[in-house]
């Protein structure tokens, strides 16, 4: 499985990186202190004691990210994160991100963080390309 998920799982081996030094990541993903698994491997399981992130959860289908945000165990927290703009799921598929926004928007214990152009760490130019496309887009 590692090798088949390996590429899909490099833009968060890139911000870890960022973040630990190359030999402390190692191991720590050796002893599976940290652990990436694709979407489909969740069910079954229950993530306790761990912080748990789903990231561009705009390609969730609504069944998706209901067996994701199930899978919540005692003394964990789960991060979801994705971007609205760039759903690549087929054309009539709702986004899980955009049904889970909707329906947990009123539970108090859950919160919505939303970022615009002036959050992004990128190159500033990659700031000024999604001005302009944000610009051109009607809203949702």
Not at 43 to 52: E, K, M, P, Y
Not at 79 to 102: I, K, M, N
Request: net charge neutral; aromatic share 8%.
């Amino acid at each position: 499985m590692k090798d088949k998920v390996d590429p899909f799982m490099q833009p968060l081996y890139d911000a870890l990186n960022d973040f630990l030094p190359g030999k402390q990541l190692a191991k720590l993903l050796e002893e599976k202190q940290i652990e990436s698994a694709p979407l489909a491997f969740m069910r079954g399981r229950t993530l306790s004691n761990a912080f748990v992130v789903l990231d561009e959860a705009q390609n969730a289908t609504s069944m998706q990210m209901k067996m994701f945000l199930t899978r919540l165990g005692a003394g964990s927290r789960m991060v979801v994160t994705g971007d609205r703009t760039q759903v690549d799921l087929p054309r009539g598929v709702t986004s899980g991100l955009a049904d889970a926004e909707r329906l947990l928007a009123p539970i108090s214990k859950i919160s919505f963080n939303y970022f615009t152009a002036r959050d992004v760490v990128r190159h500033p130019l990659v700031a000024a390309i999604i001005e302009a496309y944000d610009a051109d887009t009607p809203p949702a």
